[in-house]
């Protein structure tokens, strides 16, 4: 009897899976955050605030709820979130209208944030949990259906209500683009057909060049637009060096300053209020500059080790819902972090994009950790069987 219950006790475990892979690189990459963040904020937030760990204690606290809301929505089978994805959609998009309210507020020269119940937080976070459950839903709605015609302008379609509001409410074209990309990135893997994507990538190529081209042509205009000088900064960031060019700049200065193996946790100088909101976007610029070539790499290959848990799991979701959960999270920390290292490393013009997990922001850790778990949910329902 009790060699029955023990083969039955086995069997129960060989059924089960959790990707402790996937848990060990998101707390070393919070925990690793979280080191780079003080080290990074001290010096300002003692003079602004009259203490070096401000940043660090707000970051510490949402990082502590968000692990908290990672291992309950972990715990529940991720179809449960299916039946409220409608839901999640309209109520992300009326957040984005609150902050036209008294209850938005101004922050660093942008209106993006919302105070509820004396908590700060960007809807355009919400918006990007809430669009990827709707799109995962709206993928097995439509069903094959995806491939024709209208089923691929639906899906592209649905996304632009809410990147028109993130874009034209909160003025940040970055969480909008990023919102797109992650529909593009779900109707890309559900669809078959690929000339599609070709045809919108040299469209969009095309268009971009275009903007460039008219902007340059205008660059002495006394009325150039806040984004055109920051165009003109990304193409030559010396000649705006006293405005649009500075912190890209001093960004660079960081990178090239730190060699390969870094001046030494702490050691940085850019740091000292030369660097912007170093913080913030721009942080990645300090890990190159304190930890050199070295840190930077082993800080993209966590990243890349992360896309690949990803994978793995969607690969092996237990049906089109739970794969398409998954990644549409791995399409928002996979263009996270391309875009912000391309934006430090001036290879893109200069957009505030946070770096997943290690920049500074309450809500986008707390919203990041949830996504975890939902990959973390979808992955316990794979059989080991399977993989």
């Known amino acids: 009897m009790a060699d029955r219950n023990a083969g039955r006790r086995k069997k129960g475990q060989q059924e089960?899976?959790?990707?402790?892979?996937?848990?060990?690189?998101?707390?070393?990459?919070?925990?690793?955050?979280?080191?780079?963040?003080?080290s990074t904020s001290s010096y300002e937030a003692n003079m602004d605030f009259g203490d070096s760990a401000y940043y660090l204690k707000k970051q510490l606290v949402a990082t502590l709820m968000g692990l908290v809301l990672m291992v309950i929505v972990a715990s529940i089978p991720y179809h449960f979130w299916e039946r409220f994805a409608t839901l999640g959609y309209l109520v992300s998009a009326f957040m984005i209208l609150l902050v036209l309210t008294p209850l938005g507020y101004e922050a660093n020269g942008a209106k993006r944030w919302i105070r509820i119940a004396g908590m700060s937080l960007q809807p355009a976070e919400v918006a990007k949990l809430a669009m990827i459950l709707f799109l995962a839903s709206l993928v097995c709605k439509i069903g094959k259906g995806i491939r024709t015609t209208k089923g691929f302008m639906i899906m592209l379609a649905a996304p632009l209500p809410i990147c028109g509001e993130v874009y034209l409410i909160t003025k940040n074209l970055s969480s909008a683009?990023?919102?797109?990309?992650?529909?593009?990135?779900?109707?890309?893997?559900s669809s078959p057909d690929y000339k599609k994507f070709v045809l919108i990538g040299l469209a969009g190529a095309a268009a971009a060049a275009l903007v460039v081209f008219l902007i340059v042509n205008a660059a002495s205009s006394d009325n150039m637009s806040f984004r055109g000088g920051r165009i003109l900064a990304w193409l030559d960031p010396e000649a705006y060096a006293d405005g649009k060019g500075f912190?890209?700049?001093?960004?660079?200065?960081?990178?090239?300053?730190?060699?390969?193996?870094?001046?030494?946790?702490g050691q940085s100088m850019q740091k000292l209020g030369f660097l912007p909101e170093a913080q913030n976007d721009m942080i990645f610029s300090i890990i190159c500059e304190e930890l050199g070539l070295f840190g930077a790499t082993a800080v993209i290959v966590l990243f890349i080790l992360l896309i690949w848990r990803f994978m793995v799991i969607a690969n092996n979701a237990p049906?089109?819902?739970?794969?398409?959960?998954?990644?549409?999270?791995?399409?928002?920390?996979?263009?996270?972090?391309?875009?912000?290292?391309?934006?430090?490393?001036?290879?893109?013009?200069?957009?505030?994009?946070?770096?997943?997990?290690?920049?500074?922001?309450?809500?986008?850790?707390?919203?990041?950790?949830?996504?975890?778990?939902?990959?973390?949910?979808?992955?316990?329902?794979?059989?080991?069987?399977?993989?």
């Open 319 to 387: 049906d089109l819902f739970g794969a398409m959960l998954v990644v549409g999270v791995m399409g928002h920390i996979a263009i996270q972090v391309i875009l912000n290292i391309a934006v430090v490393t001036n290879t893109i013009p200069n957009t505030g994009i946070s770096l997943p997990f290690i920049s500074y922001g309450g809500s986008s850790v707390l919203f990041l950790l949830i996504e975890m778990g939902l990959v973390l949910s979808v992955g316990k329902g794979i059989k080991l069987k399977d993989l």
């Open 247 to 265: 912190q890209t700049l001093q960004a660079l200065y960081a990178i090239g300053s730190g060699g390969i193996w870094g001046k030494g946790l």
């Open 16 to 38: 089960s899976f959790f990707d402790y892979t996937l848990l060990f690189i998101v707390l070393f990459l919070l925990g690793f955050g979280l080191i780079m963040l003080y």
């Open 177 to 189: 683009i990023i919102i797109f990309g992650i529909a593009v990135l779900m109707v890309f893997v």
